[in-house]
């Protein structure tokens, strides 16, 4: 049970390896988690509290970037989600509020968000939650909803957490656990890393025979270099 509670802060990841998995342009995840100097002013990071100079992320650390990319052509800076995220940072006591399952699995989490996302006044194209039509409730906005389908859970309740994400909803065959090959996107509930499966092909190995030879389907084959190929275009 140790493991799973420490899973978030496990260090597992670089920060072009991050951009490359959740295929983010070069030097996007280094920005969101530990903050950019641009033009001599110093923009603080929306992951991290605070700069830290640390050059290797956490498993955490990459959940939230995963959130994050789902508004990455919003049309606004995301800098403008840090007063968000610290604000949900000391109401959850969670060093990842973004990959908290206060949030995402607890009855109050969405009221809880639309009460920081008022009190902060968060731009509407960043929000995360959105009134029902016609009704006093909330639900999840069509970019927090992605998110919040693309994470597996360890359980159901708020102490719950995240042990895999989807880094492209089109494709829900690949996901990433932090466990299974070493961090590298991996075919779903299987240790076959994507990138093992371009090699192959890449070597002129026929799908088929690699679907026999690592006990998959072909359709899990392709979906890799589907995967694999959208991140190298």
Known sequence: MGDVVNLLDRRVYSFPQIDRVLGLH????ERWIDGYERAGRFYQPVVRPEHTGDDVATWGELVECRFLSEYRDAGVTLQRMRPAVERLRELTGSRYPLASAQLWLAAEGRELVAQVQDDVQLSDRLSLVVVRSGQ????????????????????QDVDSTPVSIVPDEGNPEI?????????????RGRGVTTGVIRELVQAGEPIESIAESYELERSQVEAALRYELKRAG
């Open 26 to 29: 070069h030097g996007t995840s």
């Open 136 to 155: 006093h409730m909330f639900d999840w906005s069509p970019r927090a909803s992605r998110f919040r389908s693309s994470v597996r859970w360890s359980g």
């Open 175 to 187: 996901e990433i656990d932090p466990e299974r090959g070493f961090g590298d996107p991996v075919i």
